[in-house]
Structure formats: C-alpha cells, structure tokens
C-alpha cells in the first residue's frame, strides 16, 4: 500500500472520527440564561475552591493517546506525522476545558444559592478546607475500612446475642445449626 493511500485511510478515519464526536449532544449553550452573573460567578469561585472537575482533566490527553494508538497501528510508517498532528490538535481543544467549568457552575448555581456558593468557596479556600479536600479520599478509605470492621463486629455480635435469647426462650432451638448463626468446631477425638 502506498504512503498516500495511506494518508487517505488515515484521513478517513479522522473524518469518522470527527463525525462520531459531532454526533454527541453539544454543552447546552443557554442553560445558564435564566442564572445571574453574580450566580455564575460564585458558582464558578465554588467549583474552582473544591476542585470539581479537577478529575476529568485526563479526558483530553487520554483520548489523544487513544487516538493515536489507533491511527499508529493502522499507519505504522506515519507514526511521526500522527503524533504530532494529534498533539497538535489536542493543543487546540485544551481551550474547550472552560466550557466544562461553564457547564460545571452551572450545575452547580442551580442546587445552591449565591449565598450558599460563597460560603462553600469561603470553607474550601481556607487552611481546612484545602486540608479537607487532600486529605478526603485517605479519610474515605480509613472510615470505609473501619465501617467494615464495624459491620462485621455488629453482625457478630447481633447473632450472638439473638442466639441467647432465643436458646433461653427455648433451650431445644439449639439441637440442629448453632442458632446464633456461629459454626461450632466439632469435638475432636482423644
């Protein structure tokens, strides 16, 4: 196959591409026409102080990487020509992160008040709140852990205690499976 035919191919697959991703509703451009700028505004301090889209700022840069995995491997001998068309291109959409950020206030000024959106910015610009907001996700996995002991050592002990209370209402319940749902170690031989 020759270099330009290649080129074709891999000009039609960005053209698919392109018009896979055109296919996708668009941000909708007057959501925030009924929201105040005063709205916006602190919506936006609010998004920006708790880092809210923070965890999508690897789309860009993984959809560029996907793509050019896919066009390297269908036009090995244009890797160069790939990489750099793609990095270049991907430069141009990183302008695009504001319309998340837009997007983002947005959702945001329609849950909370301009009054409730300044307090929020206030709390997570501050020294807690910045410490919260690094901390959180090790305080998540501690409390996760210790809410499964905790359940554990509760559901123990919620069998034991129904265990004895019904084998003291009826001490005959006990013959068949240990009733309060322990297994009991079978009695070893001397």
Known sequence: MTRVSRFRRLTIALAASAMVAA???AFAQDASADIS?????AA????????ATDIYDSILPEAAASLKSTLI????DLQDAIIKTVD?????LAARRTDLEREAATIYAKVFSVDELNAIATFYDSAAGKKLITEGPIIV??????AEIWQR?????LAAEVGKVLMASNPTAGQGAPIDGQETAPAQAN
């Open 23 to 25: 296919s996708f509703p």
């Open 88 to 92: 270049d291109e991907a430069l141009k």
């Open 73 to 76: 491997q269908k036009n090995p």
């Open 141 to 146: 996995r501690d409390l996760t852990t210790a």
């Open 44 to 51: 936006r301090a609010a998004v920006n102080a708790i880092n």
């Open 153 to 157: 050592g509760i559901a123990r002990d």
């Open 37 to 41: 700028e005063d709205h916006l505004k």
